[in-house]
């Protein structure tokens, strides 16, 4: 199983990646959520990846994720009945894992309805093969968040945008104007709409 890669970055397109590694190509299909987090890499810049060796009869594909939480939410879409690694990448592409891990835990059916593709049973299916393993993770991150003091998660953000490559004085000033209408933010959703922004 290859489960992550480092190489240099060949091509980048919104709906995948090649990566040389050693000499050796891979094509890796990526979401629309880690998409945005290799935006602003450059072609020949090295970068590293987590994966998911999808194997069926004679189809080996290699999807890609900008982190671990993202890949084991990928893994739990496509243990659903009816699910497969497209769909999963679909959702993954118009939802963030935070945003599905919420929508399952507290059964929100209307969240998965804005998903192409996704109706109201292949919700339904989602939220009752999937809610016991999402509902006592999300009560614990809650409680943690709301425990953590906003600078702290303005703290690893800033840090994470500048790993990134985002202007460090540029990026405090969009934090600052996003946490001051949203302070209840995750650090991985303030990631995500300083993004937009930037």
């Given at each position: 199983?290859?489960?992550?890669?480092?190489?240099?970055?060949?091509?980048?397109?919104?709906?995948?990646?090649?990566?040389?590694?050693?000499?050796?190509?891979?094509?890796?299909?990526?979401?629309?959520?880690?998409?945005?987090?290799?935006?602003?890499?450059?072609?020949?810049?090295?970068?590293?990846?987590?994966?998911?060796?999808?194997m069926?009869?004679?189809?080996?594909?290699?999807?890609?994720?900008?982190?671990?939480?993202?890949?084991?939410?990928?893994?739990?879409?496509?243990?659903?009945?009816?699910?497969?690694?497209?769909?999963?990448?679909?959702?993954?592409?118009?939802?963030?894992?935070?945003?599905?891990?919420?929508?399952?835990?507290?059964?929100?059916?209307?969240?998965?309805?804005?998903?192409?593709?996704?109706?109201?049973?292949?919700?339904?299916?989602?939220?009752?093969?999937?809610?016991?393993k999402f509902?006592?993770?999300?009560?614990?991150t809650?409680?943690?968040?709301?425990n953590?003091?906003?600078?702290?998660?303005?703290?690893?953000?800033?840090?994470a945008?500048?790993?990134?490559?985002?202007?460090?004085?540029?990026?405090?000033?969009?934090?600052?104007?996003?946490?001051?209408?949203?302070?209840?933010?995750?650090?991985?959703?303030?990631?995500?709409?300083?993004?937009?922004?930037?």
């Amino acid at each position: 199983m290859i489960t992550h890669l480092r190489g240099k970055l060949i091509e980048k397109n919104k709906s995948n990646l090649i990566i040389d590694c050693n000499g050796v190509g891979y094509y890796i299909y990526i979401s629309s959520y880690t998409y945005s987090f290799f935006l602003r890499k450059e072609i020949g810049e090295h970068i590293h990846i987590y994966t998911y060796l999808f194997m069926k009869e004679n189809q080996n594909v290699l999807y890609g994720f900008f982190g671990k939480e993202e890949r084991n939410i990928f893994s739990y879409l496509i243990s659903v009945n009816g699910i497969g690694p497209s769909s999963a990448i679909v959702l993954l592409s118009t939802l963030t894992p935070n945003e599905i891990e919420e929508s399952i835990s507290k059964e929100n059916i209307k969240v998965f309805n804005k998903v192409k593709g996704i109706g109201n049973k292949t919700a339904q299916r989602i939220i009752l093969e999937l809610k016991d393993k999402f509902t006592k993770k999300i009560i614990t991150t809650e409680n943690k968040e709301k425990n953590r003091e906003p600078n702290l998660v303005k703290k690893d953000a800033l840090s994470a945008l500048s790993v990134l490559g985002f202007p460090i004085q540029k990026s405090e000033k969009v934090l600052d104007n996003i946490l001051s209408k949203h302070p209840e933010l995750s650090v991985e959703n303030l990631i995500k709409e300083s993004i937009k922004k930037l």
